[in-house]
């Protein structure tokens, strides 16, 4: 409250405010650790769920352990909220909908619900689409063959989830002893929602924000084979953004709790910085392809990464772009990235 000191969070005593994280295993080893489902004691009674966790055998056996660690049942779940459409956070979605038994809601912010929703694009649907759009950045057949198995793999790990409902910015969600709003945060997703109670300081960020890897800014195209954003230029928005939050306490979508998220922050930004300043470095000689700059910053990572460390590189090449100190030529129908004049 205004004028009072606030009381210290710690993860430890959050069960006494209703709050329970469980830690599920994941195959991805560069994600940060275990992905978190939180399980939120509901003020009107039941439980919320933030996030669902993978679709595999081995994380909904962690999460039917957790649940009985806690003395919790599945038919006490009242509704699931996604923090954005990734597989290893909607995977288990509607495994928990089937051992809930009758109808159990799902929640996303309308820029993900087509990666979760039932009813959206396959990703096999798009292999073209993208195919084409990584070909325009010099990126070769055999690594975009690569790239399509890889994605194809992870799709398997979940189930899509029948008539997900939009959940927007401002949405209250009443816990036993907190009050979370949601807010959007987009840049690893364009639709990436985190939950946040301002009495406590307590920020859920899922992906948004994790202490021990930087998340991620993908790629995304619309039908159209278009960008759907600038992915690390509107991640760095919200970074502001989440450094004007006073935060005693964040749960992230990977790993354990932790404090100090401004100096986490700035340490992000300084990151990208350096890696922005190596890409100016390499375009000093003449233009290059992003795959030449992508096989540049990342000499070990093998051709089913490609499209994380390309996803990485053209993205800070658009804030580069967005800084008019690197401009982007098509030859030949394909795109070059130089330096500007």
Request: glycine share 12%.
């Amino acid at each position: 409250m205004a004028g009072e000191e606030r009381r210290p969070l710690t993860e430890a005593g959050l069960a006494a405010l209703g709050v329970h994280r469980l830690a599920l295993p994941i195959p991805f080893m560069a994600a940060g650790g275990p992905v978190n489902v939180y399980v939120i004691e509901a003020a009107e009674g039941g439980l919320i769920l933030f996030d669902a966790g993978l679709g595999t055998e081995a994380a909904q056996g962690a999460l039917a352990a957790g649940f009985q660690r806690l003395g919790l049942r599945f038919e006490e779940v009242r509704r699931i909220v996604l923090s954005h459409g990734h597989v290893d956070h909607y995977g288990a979605a509607r495994w928990v909908q089937e051992r809930r038994g009758g109808e159990l809601p799902v929640f996303a912010h309308r820029r993900d619900l087509a990666k979760i929703d039932e009813r959206g694009p396959r990703l096999r649907d798009q292999h073209a689409l993208y195919g084409a759009h990584f070909m325009r950045l010099g990126v070769p057949l055999q690594v975009l063959t690569a790239m399509a198995a890889a994605g194809e793999g992870s799709s398997r790990l979940a189930r899509r989830v029948p008539d997900v409902q939009p959940i927007e910015a401002g949405a209250v969600i009443e816990g036993r002893g907190l009050r979370f709003e949601v807010i959007e945060m987009p840049g690893h997703t364009p639709g990436l929602i985190c939950l946040w109670a301002p009495e406590q300081g307590l920020l859920i960020p899922a992906d948004h924000l994790l202490e021990k890897v930087s998340p991620n800014p993908l790629i995304e195209l619309d039908a159209g084979g278009l960008t759907v954003h600038r992915p690390l230029a509107v991640y760095l928005t919200s970074l502001e953004r989440t450094r004007a939050l006073e935060v005693s306490l964040v749960l992230p979508g990977h790993g354990p709790g932790f404090t100090g998220h401004r100096a986490l922050i700035d340490g992000l930004r300084g990151f990208y910085e350096k890696r922005q300043q190596r890409l100016l470095g390499l375009l000093a000689d003449r233009p290059r392809t992003g795959w030449e700059l992508c096989q540049a910053i990342f000499p070990r990572a093998g051709p089913a990464d490609a499209f994380l460390t390309m996803s990485e590189t053209v993205a800070n090449l658009e804030v580069l772009e967005d800084r008019e100190v690197v401009v982007r030529v098509e030859e030949q129908g394909a795109w070059l990235f130089q330096r500007a004049a």
